[in-house]
């Protein structure tokens, strides 16, 4: 059973750095696609950042486009969120998502991930 545990969150002035984690285990098969998503009371969660395996590609979602950097370290099934230039709507949960399936649509959509970690908070004060 392939579980995610986030870290790295926490409250951070405007113009300020974070770098989340997102550590996988009970892999088989580390092929997989491994994304970041965030989520605010009331709203549905949305995708940040995603990697493809061994981290050739990634995508981004353009409100973080230029700020936020994704990067996978293999040998440590660990995903990674570099987060720079935070922004008070920054604030959110922030989730670990991976086990990407088929179907149309961006690799941002929520919809598309079948197993989630369990969050980080990230806050950002003006």
């Known amino acids: ?18 770098r989340l984690s997102c550590v996988a285990s009970g892999y088989t098969d580390i092929r997989k696609y491994m994304g970041w998503f965030r989520q605010v009371p009331g709203k549905e969660r949305e995708g940040v950042a995603v990697v493809s395996p061994f981290g050739v590609d990634t995508y981004y979602a353009d409100s973080v486009k230029g700020r936020f950097t994704i990067s996978r370290e293999g040998a ?12 008070p709507e920054d604030t959110a949960m922030y989730y670990c998502a991976t086990d990407l399936h088929g179907g149309g649509g961006s690799v941002l959509r929520a919809d598309r991930w079948n ?4 969050g980080t908070h990230v806050t950002v004060s003006s």
């Open 1 to 18: 059973q392939v579980q995610l545990v986030e870290s790295g969150g926490g409250s951070v002035q405007a113009g300020g750095s974070l």
């Open 76 to 87: 440590k099934n660990t995903v990674y969120l570099q987060m720079n230039s935070l922004t």
């Open 115 to 118: 197993v989630w970690g369990q």
